[in-house]
């Protein structure tokens, strides 16, 4: 499954690891929530970055406490019309400050990706080639925005007043 990731298609740098599967003592692993749950503790001490999958019905904020040690957290997205991911990236960026690797996963089209961008994805898993060119093409598609988002761009009306601050030689 091809990875996107800043607008460029790139290699997984992850191992997924199952519910019952060995941990390896070092190197990027990917686990299930329930997992990472489970051995936390344990994977204080891991030699590698560390991920979850986290499911989009499951309270984001169970995983709060483990935030400082995730290098990337997983959301889920079951269908294209389940939009929960969209808000537990907000939250994760806007509310609880998490500056990891947001990756999007399952059922992500085309038409959503600006605004998986705009939440603060920074990389997608998709199924299709053709999706992961399509997806990197859209990164750089738009540069202005009127709504402030999880994505911290500067907004059409604050980029505008910068502009006049600067040709009243720095009066706003």
Known sequence: MPLVSNGAIVADRYLQIGDDA???????????????????????????????IWPNNRNIAELVPYLAQLATVVLLFPTFRDGRAHSQARLLRERYGFRGELRASGQVLRDQFVFLLRNGFDSFDVKKDSDAEAFAAAASRYSVFYQPAADQAVGALQRRRQLRGQARGGQP
Do not use: N
């Open 22 to 52: 060995e941990l390896p003592p070092q190197g990027a692993l990917l686990l299930p929530a329930a997992r990472f749950l489970a051995d936390a503790e344990r994977l204080r001490g891991h030699d590698g970055p560390i991920g979850v």
